[in-house]
């Protein structure tokens, strides 16, 4: 499987910008409405595979590999659009949340274990 690129470049968020500004969507990308965007598309991705049991999903997501690449795409496009319009540095609030889960989660304690930070 090819390594997969987890960044958008900065030329394609110039293309996503301009395409929003050329249709004048700006007006309709408030905060609530855009992150309301971001939860449908999540959605949507998930409905993909709604009802596939465990042992079908690899199948499943191999077969619906190009309608999965266009819902994360849906994703990352909304979620551009809202680290863009808020000055986030995406980069720089992961690495936070990194270390701030490292100390919620030390190894120790939550190695094979799937419970929260505060039940460990």
């Known amino acids: 499987m090819p390594e997969a690129a987890v960044t958008i470049d900065p030329a394609t968020l110039e293309d996503l910008l301009e395409f929003r500004r050329q249709?004048?969507?700006?007006?309709?990308h408030s905060f609530r409405n855009v992150a309301t965007a971001?939860?449908?598309?999540?959605?949507?991705?998930?409905?993909?595979?709604?009802?596939?049991a465990d042992a079908a999903l690899p199948e499943r997501l191999l077969e619906k590999r190009t309608d999965i690449e266009m819902?994360?795409?849906?994703?990352?496009?909304?979620?551009?659009?809202?680290v863009h319009d808020l000055g986030i540095d995406l980069d720089a609030a992961v690495r936070r949340k990194?270390?701030?889960?490292?100390?919620?989660?030390?190894?120790?304690l939550a190695r094979g274990n799937s419970r929260k930070y505060d039940e460990l």
């Open 23 to 28: 249709r004048d969507w700006q007006q309709f």
């Open 38 to 52: 971001l939860l449908v598309e999540v959605a949507e991705l998930l409905e993909i595979v709604q009802w596939t």
């Open 71 to 82: 819902e994360l795409a849906d994703v990352a496009i909304l979620l551009s659009y809202l």
């Open 98 to 108: 990194l270390a701030l889960n490292e100390e919620r989660y030390p190894v120790a």
